[in-house]
């Protein structure tokens, strides 16, 4: 079984920080992409930043030049830096990773169940 844990969430001021972390964990054998989703109340879920196993990253328009996404493929982690907070990012934060769990290279997606970010005007 795989597993992915997030931490890191928690209540910030306006134009505050916050650092997320994620942890895969399991029988992984390979990981394509990491990233980070969110769901703010009464909206659908979306993309706030994905990243490869070489590096490439890629943000929602939202995000940019605030948000930093980074990975250590030999930990299995992924982080999201969130920096300039507004109160529209208050959301609930979900990871996601497309792992393979043998050599097949089968690979399915994954998700954690979340950490609240609450960002105060």
């Known amino acids: 079984q795989v597993q992915l844990v997030e931490s890191g969430g928690g209540l910030v001021q306006a134009g505050g920080s916050l650092r997320l972390s994620c942890a895969a964990s399991?029988?992984?054998?390979?990981?394509?992409?990491m990233g980070w989703y969110r769901q703010a109340p009464g909206k659908q879920l979306e993309l706030v930043a994905t990243i490869i196993r070489g590096g490439i990253t890629n943000y929602a328009d939202s995000v940019k030049g605030r948000f930093t996404i980074s990975r250590d493929n030999a930990n299995n982690t992924v982080n999201l830096q969130m920096n300039s907070l507004k109160p529209e990012d208050t959301a609930v934060y979900y990871c996601?990773?497309?792992?393979?769990?043998?050599?097949?290279?089968?690979?399915?997606?994954?998700w954690g169940k979340g950490t609240q970010v609450i960002v105060s005007s």
């Open positions: 399991g029988s992984i054998f390979s990981i394509i992409t």
């Open positions: 996601n990773a497309d792992i393979a769990t043998d050599y097949l290279l089968v690979y399915n997606d994954y």
